[in-house]
């Protein structure tokens, strides 16, 4: 006998795409008739970037797209295309898919949706930087002129999605996936021993990651990045003890390649660690002191927490975290960084978390798929 489940294929491939999907699974089962798969594309592929978060959420990928690591993006989205065709052909058609946030994984999903005739969801659609030097804006873009439904994080992506054309019933404003996972896995997190395990006191240290190519991919950032930790580590306050720095690989790699890395190890005060696993990162968010990053889903998880977040970026593509929650723009400027970290009364505490970040964005997106696949029959 048939199934009448409709098959949903949903596309991941880096770190932030596996946060954001943890609660479709669990959900699926008890909730709408949907038969959901999951494929990472390999774009991430270390274990500290990819295996160690599925084990964590207990959610394996049903498919993994057997592409080579360390491709040119050129290269990578190419054969993520070739190997998604020929999986939706040979082993699962989709009635939807599903694609994630704004890297090339997402962008090659859409590419294939989109040549397939297959209906495309987008989640985190309408976020905009207007920064053209950030290989994700044209992903968020592109993607989003392929998908036929828009699942939205914050209010400015509607209105982004309205000024490109798309009409409003297409548009839902549901919330925060990545927030959802934030409040499942609360306890777990609490949990996490990392904060004994670096010899941390809470409150007394702060959080740094960046990976971002205008800040890691040449010598000068990544000059900038050491005398910001240099100058944190002599002008802050006293009750500042440690720096902690998980090390994304494309910036560990660009430390090694110019000749910095010994030079960033020798800072004092520097805890230079591997990428955590997801637990142990959300408990060092929610003991730091501050958070300095340019990451797009820490601004949002700062903001959740209400943790001050500095990033190091001229734009954002989550103005809500600056309106509605911790997060501040500012350059390499040593001293503004300083002074805004030794003015406590800078921090906004006063706030909510922006609406509908409420832990039920996934349940969302699955009842408006379930009205839409009734409705329009994709
Ligand atoms: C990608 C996304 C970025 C996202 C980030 C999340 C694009 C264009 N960029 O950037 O938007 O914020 O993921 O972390 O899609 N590497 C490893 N192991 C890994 C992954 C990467 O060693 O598991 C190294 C490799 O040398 C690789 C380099 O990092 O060539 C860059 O990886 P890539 O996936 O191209 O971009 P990210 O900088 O990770
Ligand atoms: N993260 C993590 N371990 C780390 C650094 C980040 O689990 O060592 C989490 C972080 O909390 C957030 C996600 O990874 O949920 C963000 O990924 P990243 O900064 O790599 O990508 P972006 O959001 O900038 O695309």
Redesign the pocket.
Known sequence: MMSDKKNILIVV?????FIKVTQFKKLANTYPPFNIKIVHTS????????TLFFQEFDLQPDFFLDIP???S?VS?MAEIMKNLEKLIQTKFFPHLIIVV???????AGALVANKMNIPLAHIESGLRSFDQS???EY?RILTDRMAQYFFVTEKDAILNLKQEGIKDEQIFYVGNTMIDTLIAYQDKIESSNILNELKLTPHQYILLTF???NNVDDKNGLHQIIHLIESLNTQLSQQIKNIVFPI??????NFKKFNLWEKLNAIPSLMLTPPQSYFHFQKLIKYAFAVITD???VQEETTYLKIPCITIRPSTERPVTLWEGTNILLPFDISKICDYLNTPSHYHTNYQPPELWDGKSTERILKTLNTIMQHHNP
């Open positions: 491939g880096t770190r932030p795409n774009q991430h592929y270390s274990d500290e970037m990819s690591s360390n491709l993006p990578q946030g704004d890297v090339n994984s997402t962008l950030m290989p994700e992903n990976h971002r190519p994304h690989p494309r910036t560990e790699n990451s797009g889903g």
